[in-house]
């Protein structure tokens, strides 16, 4: 079993569609969870970090249910700028080295 | 914002010769540099952690005799990949992580090897 789990997609969606994106994750000690974008044939962008209260940028809510082990993103009114592959990232520790990534979850917004 | 350049985007070498990728911070130091590689449709793999000074801590199944990592100073990781053959195809990316308080990670832009 993967360590960090994604649904691969793609996601194929509309301009101004909302699409949620879930993860889990199998290593009850991690600690920090992150949400990154890839665009095709580069490297990973931060997009957020995720908190157990929950939080939000603009378009886009993470979440955190630890009990689950399970984390999600939001990203409302979508627009063509958001197709990428978005991936989920696990942390035990503060540490970086510990960084297990997703195999992401590709979307495409369609005009 | 913090840059991680790395050199070069694009190679296409033969089987069997040396590929040698940089990994630069450019307006950091990087005590410690991480490197991975994304085969496609896949996620980032750890490969090594390459800290400053002292020997790379390679995952388990890299091979260290293949992958050469080098940290010589607080803003260079090289990678070296040896004997290189058609398998090792593949996105090679590096990050790192800024010696801050907030130890902030920062990737590179990833290069594409290409082994014929």
Known sequence: RKEVEQDPGPFNV???ATVAFNCTYSNSASQSFFWYRQDCRKEPKLLMSV???GNEDGRFTAQLNRASQYISLLIRDSKLSDSATYLCVASISGSARQLTFGSGTQLTVLP | GAVVS???SRVICKSGTSVKIECRSLDFQATTMFWYRQFPKQSLMLMATSNEGSKATYEQGVEKDKFLINHASLTLSTLTVTS???EDSSFYICSAR???YTGELFFGEGSRLTVL
Do not use: F, K, L, M
């Open chain 1, 14 to 16: 509309p301009e101004g």
């Open chain 1, 51 to 53: 908190y157990s209260s």
């Open chain 2, 6 to 8: 790395q050199h070069p």
């Open chain 2, 84 to 86: 290189a053959h058609p």
């Open chain 2, 98 to 100: 800024a010696d801050t």
